[in-house]
C-alpha cells in the first residue's frame, strides 16, 4: 500500500520526475524479493509521499493523459526488467523457502506424527510456530522473552557442548535442527536418538 501510493504522489505532480519513478521501480523489485526486504521501499516511498505538495493547479486531463501513460509504460517495462531476475513469484517463493526452511521435514512429520515435546533451534522457532502449530516449540527467535540465560544455553547446545546436560534436549522426544548444526553429529552418534528425516536442509532425530 505504501509503495502504491508513493507511485500515485509521483505521478500525480504536474512534471512526472523520472528518477523518482525509477528509484521506487527499482527499489520496489528489491524489496519484494524477499518478504524479509520488504522495508527497503518504504524510505523511498516515504520521501516521496512527503514530497508531495498538498495543494496543486488542477491539470487539464488532455495535458496529462500522454503522462499518465509514459509513467505506466516505465512502471511496466522497470518491472519486466527487474521481475525475472528477483523471482517473485509463488514458486519462486517456494523454491527460497525450501532452500532455507525445514519445508520437507515438515511435511515428513505431517505425514507422519511423533509424539513431542519438540527441540529446536531459535533459528526456525518462527516458522516452525507458523507451519506446525500442534508442536509447541522450544524457543524462537523472540531472545528477550525467553532472557540471556536460556539463549546461551541454547547456542552451547548448538554447538555441543555440554548437550547432555540441556534439561530441554533431555526432554524432547522430537529433533529438528539445520543439516550444518554441530550437534547433529553429536546426536547421530548418540544411541538415545534415531534419525528418522534428513535432506539438505533439515535433520530430524525421534527419542529411540
Same mark, same amino acid.
Do not use: H, Q
Given at each position: 500500500m505504501l509503495a502504491a501510493a508513493a507511485f500515485v504522489a509521483v505521478g500525480r505532480r504536474k512534471e512526472v520526475d523520472l528518477f523518482k519513478l525509477v528509484l521506487l521501480a527499482v527499489a520496489s523489485a528489491v524489496a519484494f524479493r524477499t518478504v524479509r526486504d520488504a522495508w527497503f521501499i518504504c524510505i523511498? &516511498? $516515504?520521501?516521496?509521499?512527503?514530497?508531495? !505538495?498538498a495543494r496543486e493547479t488542477v491539470r487539464d486531463p488532455e495535458e496529462t493523459?500522454?503522462?499518465s501513460l509514459a509513467v505506466a509504460a516505465i512502471v511496466v517495462i522497470a518491472w519486466w526488467l527487474f521481475a525475472p531476475s528477483t523471482d517473485f513469484n509463488p514458486s519462486g517463493?517456494?523454491?527460497?523457502?525450501r532452500r532455507q526452511l525445514p519445508v520437507g &521435514? $515438515?511435511?515428513?512429520?505431517?505425514?507422519? !506424527?511423533?509424539?513431542?515435546?519438540?527441540?529446536?533451534t531459535f533459528n526456525?522457532?518462527?516458522f516452525l510456530i507458523w507451519s506446525m502449530p500442534e508442536y509447541p516449540v522450544a524457543i524462537d527467535g523472540r531472545t528477550d522473552l525467553y532472557?540471556?540465560?536460556?539463549?546461551?544455553?541454547?547456542?552451547?547446545?548448538?554447538?555441543?557442548?555440554?548437550?547432555?546436560?540441556?534439561p530441554y534436549l533431555n526432554e524432547s522426544r522430537l529433533i529438528l535442527l539445520q543439516q550444518k548444526n554441530i550437534l547433529v553429529k553429536f546426536l547421530t552418534a548418540d544411541p538415545r536418538f534415531e534419525l528418522i528425516y534428513q535432506d539438505g536442509v533439515a535433520v530430524v532425530f525421534a527419542r529411540r
Open positions: 523511498p &516511498a $516515504v520521501a516521496c509521499i512527503a514530497d508531495f !505538495p493523459l500522454p503522462e517463493l517456494d523454491r527460497a523457502a &521435514a $515438515v511435511k515428513f512429520l505431517r505425514a507422519n !506424527p511423533r509424539p513431542g515435546p519438540l527441540y529446536n526456525w522457532g518462527s532472557g540471556d540465560e536460556i539463549d546461551e544455553l541454547f547456542t552451547l547446545t548448538s554447538r555441543g557442548v555440554a548437550y547432555r546436560d540441556d
